[in-house]
């Protein structure tokens, strides 16, 4: 099964940046489609935004956001700008089987990552 490791969380303050990564096998970026979701405490786990073909975003995080696959480093970046603190989460790397056009429907997805917290806050 494909693994996917995170990194890259931590604590920011409203406004800033952050880079979050997954770290997967050599040749598994252009076999599978990828997704970031995120779950807060006390609410549902939601999807973020994915990348196939093309890349989606979710309204709360569209033109703040932006995911990308880095070959050079065999990842999956989700680099985080103008940070709010309802940003604070859990997020979690995902891997499911190639698409073409992507969507954050966590049923599509069948490998997950162990989460990094991501704490927006002055």
């Known amino acids: 099964q494909l693994q996917l490791v995170e990194s890259g969380g931590g604590s920011v303050q409203p406004g800033g940046s952050l880079r979050i990564s997954c770290t997967v096998s050599?040749?598994?970026?252009?076999?599978?489609?990828f997704g970031w979701f995120r779950q807060a405490p006390g609410k549902e786990r939601e999807g973020v935004a994915c990348?196939?073909?093309?890349?989606f975003y979710v309204a709360s995080v569209k033109y703040r956001f932006t995911i990308s696959r880095d070959y050079g480093e065999n990842a999956v970046h989700l680099q985080m700008d103008s940070l709010k603190p309802e940003d604070t989460a859990v997020y979690y790397c995902?891997?499911?089987?190639?698409?073409?056009?992507?969507?954050?429907?966590?049923?599509?997805?069948?490998?997950w990552g162990q989460g990094t917290q991501v704490t927006v806050s002055s």
């Open positions: 990348i196939g073909l093309n890349t």
């Open positions: 050599a040749d598994a970026l252009d076999l599978y489609t």
């Open positions: 995902a891997a499911g089987p190639w698409s073409q056009y992507c969507s954050v429907v966590s049923e599509k997805y069948d490998a």
